[in-house]
């Protein structure tokens, strides 16, 4: 909780450094009043950017909105600063590194992965409960027909089985992007192992990508 306070403090204290540079950059023809405004609609710009990353699930991706935040604040500072340095904006500036360079520092939270996820289909049921008994891991298993077996697993350690033919609508919506965040709400924070024929392997790849999992987080097993 705390490593997520820090990143999201990087994006608000880099807009109030702009907004800062910024308002030293006003010149005095524009007034006192126009340059709050302005140094007002900075720091809003930099809230915005942290509601929207709430709303993304790669942390991968959260970084790069940052990120782009962060260069379309140093251009507005480089073209406020190309026009001219007297001491004011030179101070300005110099504030605003300050915080850019805090901002930049506590930015980046490390990817760290919850657990394991499996996602597989011809697996045999001694195999998928090594996998399960192996720390947190969380398995959805496509089998056409669920035996006594895959029940055991399902009651003891949570295997979500998605039971139907491969073609089957229901079985392609659960094992879709939207079924498996769905069904795995952490995903994004899991290492994903996909094991099963290349179709299989496939068509899960494809939904994980839509997700945006980062691929060094995906990892594939032929059956």
């Known amino acids: 909780m705390a490593s997520q306070v820090k990143a999201n403090q990087g994006p608000l204290l880099f807009w ?8 030293g950059a006003i010149q005095p023809g524009f007034g006192v009043t126009s340059a709050y405004v302005g140094a007002a609609l900075l720091i809003g710009l930099g809230l915005l950017t942290l509601k929207v990353s709430d709303y993304i699930r790669s942390e991968q991706a959260r970084q790069r ?8 604040g140093a251009l507005v500072v480089a073209h406020g600063f190309g026009s001219g340095a007297s001491p004011i904006r030179v101070g300005a500036i110099v504030l605003y590194a300050v915080a ?3 901002a930049v520092w506590h930015h980046r939270v490390p990817i760290r ?3 394991s996820l499996v996602i597989a289909t011809g697996m045999a049921p001694d195999g998928l409960r090594r996998l399960l008994n192996s720390g947190d ?3 959805v298993y496509r089998t056409e027909h669920a035996t006594h077996e895959l029940r055991e697993l399902e009651s003891r350690y949570g295997l979500v089985l ?3 033919d491969e073609h089957d609508p229901r079985v392609k919506e659960r094992l879709s992007a939207s079924g498996l965040s769905r069904q795995v709400p952490d995903i994004a924070e899991r290492d994903v192992l996909v094991a099963g024929p290349r179709r299989f392997k496939q068509y899960v790849g494809g939904a994980l990508s839509r997700l945006a999992i980062p691929r060094s987080q995906i990892h594939f097993k032929s059956l």
């Open 65 to 72: 909105l940052r990120l782009g935040g962060y260069l379309a």
């Open 16 to 23: 109030c450094g702009v907004a800062v540079a910024e308002f």
């Open 162 to 164: 998605v039971v139907g």
């Open 113 to 115: 992965t919850r657990g």
């Open 137 to 139: 891991t969380v398995a």
């Open 100 to 102: 850019a360079v805090m």
